[in-house]
């Protein structure tokens, strides 16, 4: 009998995933424990192992294929074993079950390098005349038909693309979002970070967060979830930080953060990026945030809109510091100045306990002793 490959649910918010590469072809020896395929859900790598020894005999969601957990991904035989059925589905309630990118579909196998290759390229698959035995697609055909053209490039909306596009889409279209946007002088806390004066490794990030988090337990509506007509105001704060990756932006989120000091704070988001940024984010570090900082300063960014991380009632953007003048006895005087954008919910919190909860992270990092 064969036996079931089906996608694990590697964390509570975890719904679904996308089959990124199958490491071996129909047909191949598989080891009980060794990694078969690998998967893209809530924004990280979960390696799907084979359940058994035995022989793969069918691959029933390729490459490209968005997977319900739960759902059979493939199936294991014995050496001679015929290959069997896919699970039957119940007549009466047929769930919808994903379908394959058209460039993945057919017989002709394709070496996983050369998936790889034209995933990378957007090349469909189908465009791609193998060379192999069989008509298999090799590395080096895909490599061929992107020196044929070149300049002909497309990006698919998968995988960590197509996930966040899925969510920034799902949040404009199910919220009711409104920007409020606020100048704060840092000039104290600029000070203080040129001249060393903050705890070690602390960055204008940890100072934002601290501020957050700080005035997050004044201001609870702010860290809450909006599911179905409800407002849950969570208990804890579970931080988010936008990390900026090769993939596209990924929130790490930092847990507990309010039991957290400034440089506990700055030790675990630091770890956090190190593990996001090289692919070892378990899935419990992307998911579950109450409130998330998005910060573009370093990318020379003055103020911008940013868009809440659903089910969030709001996101806070971090600006770059510039200089201001500012009115001083006797002429000008130049200061530094942040910008902050508070994207919020309407549904769950309105502009006037926003705006005093944007005044309190101001008043925090005008005075960086408070974040101590």
């Known amino acids: 009998m064969a036996t079931e490959v089906r996608l694990p649910q590697a964390g509570m918010g ?13 047909g191949d020896e598989v080891r009980k424990g060794e990694c078969i395929a690998e998967v893209e859900a809530a924004k990280t790598t979960v390696e799907i192992e084979a359940p058994c020894d035995g022989i793969l005999a069918r691959i029933l969601a390729p490459e490209g294929t968005l997977v319900p957990v739960r759902e059979v991904m493939a199936l294991i035989v014995s050496p001679g074993e015929p290959a069997g059925q896919p699970p039957a589905e119940p007549a009466d309630e047929p769930p919808e079950r994903p379908r394959p990118l058209p460039s993945e579909a057919g017989e002709v196998q394709v070496v996983p390098a050369a998936r790889r290759l034209a995933r990378e390229h957007g090349i469909p698959l189908s465009d791609v005349p193998g060379s192999g035995p069989g008509g298999r697609i090799t590395e080096a055909d895909v490599r061929a038909r992107i020196e044929k053209d070149p300049g002909a490039s497309v990006l698919p ?32 806390l600029a000070d203080r970070h040129d001249r060393g004066a903050l705890p070690g490794g602390v ?25 179905g007509e409800q407002v849950w105001i969570a208990p804890g704060i579970d931080l988010g930080i936008g990390i900026d990756t090769e993939d596209g932006l990924v929130v790490g989120v930092l847990r507990n953060a309010g039991d957290l000091g ?41 103020a911008f809109t940013p868009i809440i991380n659903p089910p969030e009632v709001a996101i806070l953007g971090v600006g770059r ?3 201001q003048p500012a009115p001083a006895e006797g002429g000008i005087t130049w200061r530094k100045s942040m910008t902050l954008s508070l994207t919020v919910d309407h549904r769950g919190v309105d502009g006037a306990p926003a705006a005093r909860f944007l005044a309190a992270v101001a008043d925090r990092l005008q005075v960086p002793a408070t974040l101590l």
Do not use: C
């Open 321 to 323: 510091i510039t200089d």
């Open 14 to 26: 975890m719904t679904d995933g996308t089959v990124m590469e199958w490491l071996k072809d129909v």
């Open 262 to 302: 400034l440089a506990e704070l700055s030790a675990t988001r630091q770890a956090i990026t190190e593990r996001v940024r090289a692919g070892r984010a378990g899935v419990e570090e992307l998911q579950g945030s109450t409130f998330t900082i998005s910060n573009l300063g370093s990318l020379g960014i003055d």
């Open 157 to 188: 909306l998968a995988g960590t693309r197509g996930v966040i596009a899925r969510r920034m889409l799902a949040s404009l279209q199910g919220s009711a979002q409104y920007t409020l946007v606020r100048a704060v002088d840092v000039t104290d």
């Open 203 to 227: 960055t204008y990030t940890d100072a934002v967060a601290r501020a957050v988090v700080l005035s997050l337990a004044e201001h609870p509506n702010l860290n809450a979830h909006i599911t």
